[in-house]
C-alpha cells in the first residue's frame, strides 16, 4: 500500500528576535508533519512559540532557517504574491480577535476573501454563515453581535473559499468557556463534514484534548 504524503511538512524550523541587546530564540529547530484532513492543536503556556508557529507553517512569517512543503510546495521558496494567492486559495485563518471590518455587515465580512481573490461568491459566503448557525444575522453589523457571533462569522469567513487547511490562532481567548467549547465543537464539525485539516493553537489542554492529535511546544521546542 503507498504512503500518503502528509499535506504539511515543516523540518528544522528556526525563528528568534533581537529585544534590545537580547535574542530570543522562539522556535529551536521543530519538525513536524500533519496529515490530510487531521485536527491538530497545538498547546503551551504564553510565550512557548506557539503563534510563530503556526504563523510560519502559514506561510504568514519566514523562519530564519528551516523549511515549511504544503501540498508539495515550499512555501518560502515562492514570490510573496504567488505566497499570498496560495494562503487566499487553499487555506483559511481564524484569529482571537476575529478581525472583523467594523463597518461592514457580517455577509459582506464573510465575502471579503473571495472578492480578494477570484471574485465576488456571495452564495458562498451565504452557505458559509449558514454552516456557522448564522442565517438570520447576515445583515448584522460586528457590534450588534456578541462575541461568540463574531467568532462564528471569522470561521464563516475562514470557510467561504473553500480551503484545504484551517489555521486558529486562540479562536476561544476572548470567550467564556461555554461559548469558547461551542466554538471549538463548531470547527471540528464544520472541518470534519468539509473534510478540512485543523490547526488550532490554544493554552487550553482541556480543549486541545478534543482533537486527532494534540502537540505541546516549550521554550521552542516540541515535548
Known amino acids: 500500500m503507498q504512503a500518503v504524503t502528509p499535506q504539511l511538512i515543516a523540518r528544522d524550523l528556526f525563528q528568534s528576535f533581537r529585544m534590545g541587546p537580547r535574542r530570543i530564540e522562539v522556535l529551536r529547530g521543530i519538525s513536524m ?27 504568514l512569517e519566514r523562519p530564519e532557517s528551516g523549511t515549511v512543503e504544503f501540498e508539495g510546495r515550499l512555501l518560502y521558496n515562492e514570490s510573496s504574491a504567488s505566497q499570498a494567492r496560495l494562503r487566499n486559495r487553499k487555506m483559511g485563518f481564524v484569529f482571537q480577535g476575529y478581525f472583523l471590518l467594523p463597518e461592514l ?6 465575502s471579503l476573501p473571495a472578492m480578494i481573490g477570484a471574485g465576488s461568491r456571495s452564495d458562498a459566503a451565504k452557505e458559509s454563515l449558514k454552516a456557522v448557525g448564522l442565517a438570520e444575522r447576515m445583515q448584522h ?7 461568540g457571533e463574531q467568532q462564528r462569522v471569522a470561521i464563516a469567513r475562514a470557510l ?24 471549538v465543537d463548531l470547527l471540528l464539525s464544520v472541518a470534519r463534514e468539509r473534510n478540512k485539516t485543523l490547526l488550532v493553537v490554544t493554552h487550553d489542554t482541556r480543549l486541545a484534548a478534543r482533537g486527532d492529535r494534540q502537540l505541546q511546544i516549550k521554550d521552542g521546542v516540541l515535548q
Not at 33 to 57: D, M, P, Q, R
Not at 105 to 110: D, K, Q
Open 33 to 59: 508533519e500533519i496529515a490530510h484532513g487531521e485536527a491538530v492543536f497545538l498547546c503551551g503556556a504564553s510565550g512557548a512559540g506557539k503563534t510563530t508557529l503556526l504563523y510560519t507553517l502559514a506561510g
Open 105 to 110: 455587515t457580517a455577509l459582506e465580512n464573510v
Open 141 to 147: 453589523l460586528p457590534a450588534e453581535l456578541s462575541g
Open 160 to 183: 467561504t473559499n473553500d480551503p484545504d487547511i484551517i489555521f486558529a490562532d486562540e479562536p476561544t481567548g476572548n470567550l467564556d468557556s461555554k461559548t469558547g467549547d461551542a466554538i
